[in-house]
């Protein structure tokens, strides 16, 4: 059996937890006993179903058959076969709108709304491939106050992501024409944690940082966001915190 290191297998945060219990030691990890289908133990299976999931998601949002096809190495009709398969079935119709997205939660497809967003008008493909490395929470859209929220992209010196303030402030104002003018403004996207050492859970906002500086400028208190979630624990605090926002 090959050795592997821990920051190659693992994502960050489970990778801090482990190293709490058996930093520096070698650890036998069992397989599970339950029987596994075929290609599971590779991942190969897992793969296949993302991969098609994103080429679906693409064909959605408006990415022609032979784009695909020279993008992932595949023939046209491989393509045509996956997008118009019937044994996951996506006919729901994307659109980069918040009814949009409060349709797809309807029907219990959020996460497909955010994936399919991401892949085509977020433009944020390392975001999507992100969420898929565990089974997260979805919520959402949810009305909240956006007071809750604090951008870490900006031209600002303690900003996560800074960027040209020029840019910024150009992006921003263009922003703020079209909220005036389209109230159908896709949510913004969140991330909610607890994070080590702390009992109290906090915001991440991970899509929407221009649009919540347009939205302070133009003196919106509320707007629609998809909370993500990934331990119950954490699930469980934000549904007991933030209950009133919720359906």
């Not at 190969?44 to 032979?66: C, P, S, V």
């Not at 994307?94 to 977020?122: I, M, N, P």
């Not at 221009?210 to 966001?225: D, F, N, P, Q, T």
Request: charged share 30%; hydrophobic share 35%.
């Amino acid at each position: 059996m090959k050795y592997e290191n821990g920051r190659d297998v693992f994502p960050p945060r489970l990778l801090k937890q482990i190293q709490k219990y058996v930093s520096g030691r070698l650890v036998y990890i069992p397989a599970n006993d339950k029987k596994r289908m075929w290609g599971e133990t590779s991942g190969y299976r897992q793969y296949l179903l993302e991969r098609n999931r994103d080429i679906k998601a693409k064909f959605i949002a408006g990415t022609g058959i032979d784009q695909l096809a020279n993008e992932y190495y595949l023939s046209f009709e491989s393509i045509k076969k996956i997008v118009y398969s019937k044994k996951e079935v996506f006919i729901m119709e994307y659109k980069c709108t918040l009814s949009s997205a409060q349709d797809f939660a309807r029907h219990d497809k959020l996460e497909e709304w955010v994936h399919t967003y991401l892949l085509s008008d977020g433009h944020n493909k390392a975001f999507s491939d992100g969420l898929k490395i565990c089974d997260r929470y979805f919520l959402g859209p949810l009305k909240m106050p956006l007071s809750l929220f604090k951008r870490c992209c900006g031209p600002e010196e303690n900003m996560q992501w800074r960027i040209n303030e020029a840019w910024f402030e150009k992006h921003v104002n263009e922003l703020k024409e079209t909220i005036e003018h389209e109230k159908d403004m896709p949510p913004l996207i969140a991330h909610f944690l607890i994070n080590d050492g702390k009992t109290d859970g906090e915001f991440e906002l991970n899509d929407g940082n221009h649009r919540l500086e347009a939205y302070s400028r133009l003196g919106i208190k509320e707007y629609y966001v998809i909370i993500w979630i990934t331990q119950k624990s954490e699930y469980d605090l934000f549904r007991s915190k933030y209950s009133q926002y919720l359906d």
